[in-house]
T-cell receptor, first 111, second 115 residues
């Protein structure tokens, strides 16, 4: 059974700092890995999707990497802003393309 | 208007009551999903549907049922609600693709409290 772990569970940083969120998974037989953002009272928004054959994806200040063999992914956020404060969720797609989610990292960026 | 709409946004009910949560989408996607999220836990898949005639159980389907009334509508029912079904419920959709590039789109969620 696939298990997804996210470290740290919570992170607080000053504005402008670069930061890394970590995600690990136990079964490397995945179709893709996705990073989501969740704001309080709102649904999840897809940030980046990395296919199993890819190593990384970039969108603006966000960069996600995937090392399938070691079962790891990182989400790098450059020059963090208070508006980046949210919970970030990692999910991997396995058989039948069903997603297994981590518990998330609660990020607070302080002005 | 949101692409994936869930109603109601909040619901408080009593143990033993029947509850229906509704989801509609304007994205034209074939695939729809129901997830539940508990504090401190990841999202868990309840049911999923790849088209109107294809409905499948997820990880935690006991105590729940679903109906896919049309491509755009997927409802979740709790036949006899119990307190441990108190959670945040999300509906999601995805477009049928090769799988490796399949992205999910979520509704805003329904907060359900069972007293």
């Amino acid at each position: 059974k696939q298990e997804v772990t996210q470290i740290p569970a919570a992170l607080s940083v000053p504005e402008g700092e670069n930061l890394v969120l970590n995600c690990s998974f136990t079964d490397s037989a995945i179709y893709n890995l996705q990073w989501f953002r969740q704001d309080p009272g709102k649904g999840l928004t897809s940030l980046l999707l990395i296919q199993s054959s890819q190593r990384e994806q970039t969108s603006g200040r966000l960069n996600a990497s995937l090392d399938k063999s070691s079962g790891r992914s990182t989400l790098y956020i450059a020059a963090s802003q208070p508006g980046d404060s949210a919970t970030y969720l990692c999910a991997v797609a396995g058989s039948n393309y069903k997603l297994t989610f981590g518990k998330g990292t609660l990020l607070t960026v302080n002005p | 208007d949101a692409d994936v709409t869930q109603t109601p946004r909040n619901r408080i009910t009593k143990t033993g009551k029947r509850i229906m949560l509704e989801c509609s989408q304007t994205k034209g996607h074939d695939r729809m999903y129901w997830y539940r999220q508990d504090p401190g836990l990841g999202l868990q898949l309840i049911y999923y549907s790849f088209d109107v005639k294809d409905i499948n159980k997820g990880e935690i389907s006991d105590g729940y049922s679903v109906s896919r009334q049309a491509q755009a509508k997927f409802s979740l029912s709790l036949e006899s609600a119990i307190p441990n079904q108190t959670a945040l419920y999300f509906c999601a959709t995805s477009e049928t693709t090769t799988g490796a590039n399949e992205k999910l789109f979520f509704g805003s969620g329904t907060q359900l409290s069972v007293l």
